[in-house]
């Protein structure tokens, strides 16, 4: 399975973007995806997930209400609506995948950066 994501950018704080992640190979093993993003000088953390078939959705807290997470459970494409960034929200964000029933984020696509100005 390759990942590949897209749609960062620059945006002013209370603005929108639309993150999208586009899964190709063997796309049938994807158990779930999600969204994970890495600020500056910390650590990889999670932001939202998809469980396919299910229609399971997970988020943090801190995301809750402004964004959203969708995708199309045929062609994998997830996507992630940022709605009313905040400067905290500043990270490469990536998109990754569980699959071959690891129960595991094991593949991962680039990141896609997202910047948030004050």
């Known amino acids: 399975v390759q990942l590949q994501a897209f749609g960062g950018g620059l945006v002013q704080a209370g603005g929108s973007l639309r993150l999208s992640c586009a899964a190709s190979?063997?796309?049938?093993?994807?158990?779930?995806q999600g969204w994970f993003r890495q600020a500056p000088g910390k650590e990889r953390e999670f932001v939202a997930s998809?469980?396919?078939?299910?229609?399971?959705?997970a988020y943090i807290p801190s995301v809750k209400g402004r964004f959203t997470i969708s995708g199309d459970d045929a062609k994998k494409t997830l996507d992630l609506q940022m709605n009313s960034l905040k400067p905290e929200d500043t990270a490469l964000y990536y998109c990754?995948?569980?699959?071959?029933?690891?129960?595991?984020?094991?593949?991962w696509g680039q990141g896609t950066l997202v910047t948030v100005s004050s």
């Open positions: 190979g063997s796309t049938d093993s994807i158990y779930r």
């Open positions: 998809l469980i396919w078939g299910d229609n399971y959705i």
């Open positions: 990754g995948a569980d699959t071959g029933g690891t129960r595991a984020y094991n593949t």
